[in-house]
């Protein structure tokens, strides 16, 4: 079993930065892959940005340029820096992680943009 615990959303105005972060404990494997989705009010869950432990990235098109993804692998932690943020941001972000073939969702952090 693996936990993830997500932290850093909040009420940010158009044009602001956030950080998030997420913690994994429990059962970690050594190669695994760490990546954020969001949900916004009415919509289906979408991908954000992905991290292997080799260092791999990738991003959604709508957030290249703006987000980044980071991971402290001594830390298990995976962040999700957000800069330059327009309100189609607001979501519910999820961390997400894979490893041995088995996937775990956190419960996601809320981050609300206004206009």
């Known amino acids: 079993q693996v936990q993830l615990v997500e932290s850093g959303g909040g009420l940010v105005q158009a044009g602001g930065s956030l950080r998030l972060s997420c913690v994994a404990s429990?059962?970690?494997?050594?190669?695994?892959?760490m990546s954020w989705y969001r949900q916004a009010p009415e919509k289906q869950r979408e991908f954000v940005a992905v991290?292997?432990?080799?260092?791999?990235?990738n991003y959604a098109d709508s957030v290249k340029g703006r987000f980044t993804i980071s991971r402290d692998n001594a830390k298990n932690t995976v962040y999700l820096q957000m800069n330059s943020l327009k309100p189609e941001d607001t979501a519910v972000y999820y961390c997400h992680y894979v490893g041995r073939a088995m996937g775990y969702w956190g419960k996601g952090t809320l981050v609300t943009v206004s206009s």
């Open positions: 991290r292997t432990s080799g260092g791999t990235t």
């Open positions: 429990g059962s970690i494997s050594s190669i695994n892959t």
